[in-house]
């Protein structure tokens, strides 16, 4: 199983980046993808989730109405978009994944089964 995240890079504040996080070696259209980050010196806190049908999209308060999460089950691949940014959005974005039920969302670090490699999003103010 790979998850392979992409997207990051240096945008000033108010700019919108896009995220994502395409996989392989797993089944795909049932499982649950989701956004993590970390900033330096900080614990990895959740961004946002999206359940294998794509009906069920929790988003943490920092994030909502700012944040867009989405996927194509046909390109095995799910984006964050990410709008208005921050500087206190800085971080290295991680996603992860899990085998689940129907719209259930994980939204936990150890409920996941799989973790990308990161890719950090630095917001300049």
């Known amino acids: 199983v790979q998850l392979q995240a992409s997207g990051g890079g240096l945008v000033q504040a108010g700019g919108s980046l896009r995220l994502s996080c395409a996989a392989s070696g797993l089944a795909f259209s049932r499982t649950a993808v989701g956004w993590f980050r970390q900033a330096p010196g900080k614990e990895r806190e959740f961004v946002a989730v999206i359940s294998r049908s794509g009906s069920s999209t929790p988003y943490s308060e920092s994030v909502k109405g700012r944040f867009t999460i989405s996927r194509d089950n046909d390109k095995k691949t799910v984006y964050l978009q990410m709008n208005s940014l921050k500087p206190e959005d800085t971080a290295v974005y991680f996603c992860?994944?899990?085998?689940?039920?129907?719209?259930?969302?994980?939204?936990?670090?150890?409920?996941?089964?799989?973790w990308g490699q990161g890719t950090l999003v630095t917001v300049s103010s």
């Open positions: 992860a994944a899990k085998s689940t039920i129907l719209t259930y969302t994980p939204m936990s670090i150890p409920e996941f089964d799989y």
